[in-house]
């Protein structure tokens, strides 16, 4: 036998920081959940949302519920910029409407389900994917 000192391994160390999920961390869609969220918030293109089997899961049917809400909003503020004296106005709500759908559409990619400000009001009320 040999001098030598067997060496003990150490014990597992528990997992890495990066590793573990926090308790109070939400749990992420899948990707394509996100996608079709994302999509709810580029004008025409809510028909594919609305149109697939991903208009019953609950993420895409919050944000569907939205885009929906900006994508009347983003009409009517179209329809006011042909009004008589109305094209400036029409154009400063067309840009709220856009940087709205701009917040929603960087919130779903995160995953988040967060409500808009001042959308959340109407889509309370008015919500038809329910």
Known sequence: ???KKKKK???????PAE???PADCPVQPPRTAKLMGA?????????IPACSRWRHDDFVKFHLNQGLVLLALATVCACVGFL???SEMGLTLTLLVDALSL????QTLRG???PLPGVRNITKGF????
């Open 39 to 47: 999509l709810c918030y580029l004008n025409v293109l809510i028909l």
């Open 9 to 15: 391994h150490p014990a597992p160390a528990a997992q």
């Open 103 to 106: 917040v929603g559409l960087v």
């Open 112 to 114: 988040l389900k967060a």
């Open 84 to 86: 008589p004296h109305g």
């Open 1 to 3: 036998m040999s001098n």
């Open 127 to 130: 919500h038809p994917f329910d």
């Open 19 to 21: 590793r573990r999920a």
